[in-house]
């Protein structure tokens, strides 16, 4: 099987793509005239990102390997599940890789100190101003998770974070309605 191509992925974003003349608000911190509608992926749509991405991931952080993926809460899609499975299958010398929901209670309460030292990779449907991401980032890394990317569907951020942003798919810019930090 060939792998999946940069204007399939194109494809699959332009069939799920609206465009306003104004504005319209995204999530709570920032607007667009551009609205993915990651509701309407197909379950073959979200293998081909998973695949997509799996195969970036591996180039992007080699020949360091995650041993853990980190399921930022938002998300609908089950990318992080897809994309967890894909990434074993690519790799498939290393044991399965735990996908672990990331909620703050849980990396308080004992998850921190069990994956203390393993090199992680945080999963969300869309990255817009990396806020909730950098948030999570910090509070996993001062629990002694390194973090080695961030893994996406669409990434709309404003530039460069801590770590790489590998997406199936770079998204339109947004506006931040509120000051970010």
């Known amino acids: 099987m060939a792998p999946v191509s940069t204007d399939e992925i194109s494809d699959i974003f332009e069939r799920i793509t609206e465009r306003f003349d104004e504005p319209i608000r995204i999530g709570t ?4 005239t551009v ?5 309407y992926l197909t379950d073959e ?4 990102c998973a695949e997509y991405v799996a195969h970036r991931i591996k180039n992007v952080i080699a020949p360091q390997v ?11 899609s089950f990318f992080a599940e897809r ?3 894909m990434y074993s299958e690519l790799v498939p010398d290393h044991a399965e890789i735990p996908l672990e929901q990331y909620i703050e209670s849980k990396i308080s ?5 069990k994956y203390r030292g393993k090199n992680a990779i945080m999963v969300t449907d869309v990255i817009t101003t ?5 948030e999570a980032h910090t509070k996993a890394t001062l629990r002694g998770i390194p973090v080695l990317c961030w893994a ?22 947004v506006r931040a309605l509120t000051r970010i930090g």
């Open 29 to 32: 911190r920032c607007e667009s």
């Open 152 to 173: 996406t569907l669409i990434d709309r951020t404003f530039g460069p974070g801590p770590v790489p942003v590998v997406s199936a798919f770079t998204g339109a810019p």
């Open 130 to 134: 990396a806020r909730s991401s950098l």
């Open 83 to 85: 994309l967890c499975a």
């Open 109 to 113: 309460n004992g998850m921190g100190e």
């Open 45 to 48: 749509d979200l293998d081909a």
């Open 35 to 39: 609205y993915y509608r990651v509701e």
């Open 66 to 76: 995650p041993q853990l993926f980190l399921k930022l809460p938002g998300g609908y």
